[in-house]
């Protein structure tokens, strides 16, 4: 992955960042006996499903775990925009999980979608379109891994196991351009989905989850509903919809990691990340709404 833009949020290096995570993980356990914290809604964040030796792809194997035992502790698993509608709803039903993927890579479709399908759970991919038509690569990587093209986002959009949502057209760090390209990127993207699946595009997810109060006005001036973000947490009704919170799981999450995310244990940033995060992309004040 290039220093440029990571297409996660900045995070601390990844043995560090494991070790902490599996000591979390533990703390919770002993605190909980694994009993999952089941207020609000929590919404999962991932990237691949990928055997590949990449820190976004997640073994398809973990992901077929994870989705089993989602099924077997009776989660109900909802795209970002049944998400929205739920926390509209008022109190959030227990065991409602919402499920995001970033970046559109056809891996998801290939490994995620069918063990989605087998459990009836949906899923949103938020895509940035000028890479889904080919126009621009994702800078982070030397050598792209596939992602789905237009005809295949159109095909499973109508399907409806998989909703495809807005990511930009181009990835860039929203903090890191001007008004006219910052407007465009979150606009832009949305009128091209728009045309291509003949249907409202609602949500939106900012690239590496960086955004400011500039890039939260820009995307409800621009007619989306929602907005995802990295920051890990619970969502609760009545809360900023331009502001959603995400949990990552990473590819190196064991279940139990997986199981303590989910059960509320991982809904504070690791130690150090915002120190980290100030040092890699500066703009401290405007990192964080
Ligand atoms: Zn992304």
Excluded at 247 to 253: A, K, P, T, Y
Aim: glycine share 10%; proline share 7%; aromatic share 8%.
């Amino acid at each position: 992955m290039s220093e440029a833009l990571p297409g996660v949020g900045a995070s601390l290096p990844y043995s560090v960042k494991s070790a902490v995570t599996l000591a979390r993980s533990g703390a919770w356990l002993a605190r909980t006996r694994g009993r999952p914290d089941l207020s609000g809604l929590r919404i999962l964040l991932y990237h691949r499903v990928s055997d590949d030796d990449d820190p976004l792809a997640l073994a398809p194997c973990r992901f077929r775990d994870q989705m089993a035992h989602l099924a077997a502790e009776g989660y109900r698993v909802v795209d970002l925009v049944s998400a929205l509608e739920v926390l509209r709803a008022g109190p959030v039903p227990s065991r409602t999980i919402g499920m995001t993927f970033d970046d559109g890579f056809a891996d998801v479709a290939a490994e995620a979608l069918p063990v989605l399908e087998r459990h009836g759970f949906r899923a949103t991919v938020f895509i940035t379109t000028g890479v889904t038509d080919g126009r621009v690569a994702f800078p982070w990587y030397e050598r792209q891994p596939a992602v789905l093209g237009w005809d295949e986002v159109v095909e499973l959009d109508r399907q409806g196991t998989l909703r495809f949502e807005a990511h930009t057209v181009s990835h860039p760090s929203l903090l890191a351009v001007d008004d006219d390209a910052a407007a465009d990127e979150i606009r832009g993207s949305r009128r091209e989905l728009e045309a291509r699946l003949g249907r409202p595009v609602s949500a939106f997810a900012y690239p590496a989850g960086l955004y400011g109060e500039r890039e939260r006005r820009f995307v409800a001036q621009a007619g989306y509903a929602a907005a995802v973000s990295c920051e890990p947490g619970v969502n609760l009704p009545g809360g900023d919809p331009f502001a959603l919170r995400r949990r990552q799981i990473d590819s190196r999450d064991r279940l139990v990691d997986f199981k303590a995310k989910v059960g509320g244990g991982h809904d504070s940033p690791l130690p150090l990340r915002g120190a980290y995060r100030r040092l890699r992309y500066g703009k401290p004040e405007s990192a964080r709404v």
